[in-house]
């Protein structure tokens, strides 16, 4: 099948190669460089198939010329679909894959790498020292141990967070609609309601999905509720945090340190090097003022176990959809009948309602 790959970097070819060679069906690989929307779509001329990433734009005006150029297929390399109008897709006749879980330990780490980094300073004592200031001030941290660490979403990666935290001996506390009491009870942790999460947590981090329910989730009014000088990581989706609101708590004092991998306006920004222009985002410029807040360019995933994961697993739909005409981890809008959905076996545990996925 000939698949054209948008948003293209030198380490998805790397890794997309190496899968699609160790693959029994091989697929012809065309790589750009443009992220997809509705113009660069008329880059998919000729192929079946497009395999794009989270900001890449799915649009219903770019799904039109997707289709108009012959595609069949939306290979999602992410778990995340929130990017994709799957209602305009199915309309189209456009069939949607993506990589339900490839490294849960990847976003894990990452979150616990922020924690770490944010208490101890650790990105500050790094250009101090090569500067050859060794002073202190500035640097005190907090032991982790007996800190309450809270989660808002139990999922594959919440999970693995909570398991982590664990190990510091912290007390560990979670909020989920969803509950998945015994993956909880198995790692040590015990649920809260929401108030109670925003309430309590020294550190408090976000793994849940962005769809309408947790757009905003921690706004101007959640962050009122939250413990004095608390620590919050969102390694989710940008849109889950209300930014202003989160330079409003900066500013106030209420939020003393703050970890994004994530940004609501990342798309145009992240995964691309803009080191010799202005930032043009003076929301983004505005967080980067503040000396308690590490920003990392949506590099959870960035790990060579998930990444070849992310490869094979991509191929592996492709593949499939080529050969019986579905793939094998389709997402489809719920309330569209089609030969795949009588086959769904589970329900994604963050859209239960909305949208069906076999797994
Ligand atoms: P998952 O689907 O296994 O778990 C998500 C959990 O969030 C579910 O248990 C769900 O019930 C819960 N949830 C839904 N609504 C909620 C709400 N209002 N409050 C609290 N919890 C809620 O997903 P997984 O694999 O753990 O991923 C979590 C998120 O991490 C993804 O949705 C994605 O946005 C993000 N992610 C970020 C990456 C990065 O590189 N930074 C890479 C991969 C995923």
Redesign the pocket.
Known sequence: MKVAVFSTHPFDRRFFDDANAAATRRHILTFLDARLDARSALLAAGHQAVCVFVNDRLDSATLEVLAEQGVRLLALR???F?HVDLVAAAQLGLSVARVP?YS?D??AE?TVAMILTLNRKIHKAYARIREGNFALDGLLGFDLRGRTVGI???????LNVARIMRGFDCEVIA????P?EAGLATVGGRYVP?KQLLEQSDILSL?????A??RH?VDAAAIAQMKENVMLIN???GAVVDTRALINGLKNGRIGYVGL??YEEEEGLFFADLSDQPIQDDVFARLLTFPNVLITG?????TQEALTAIAETTIANISAFEENGKPLYPVRPAGIKGPEYRECIYV????PIAFSVTA
């Open positions: 992410s778990a995340g929130n879980a849960p990847a976003i990452h808002a979403g139990t999922g594959k990666i919440g909020y989920d609609p969803f998945d929401w793994h849940c999905p962005l769809n329910e947790t989730l390694t989710s989706r991998d994530v949506h590099q959870g995933f960035f994604v545990a963050g859209w």
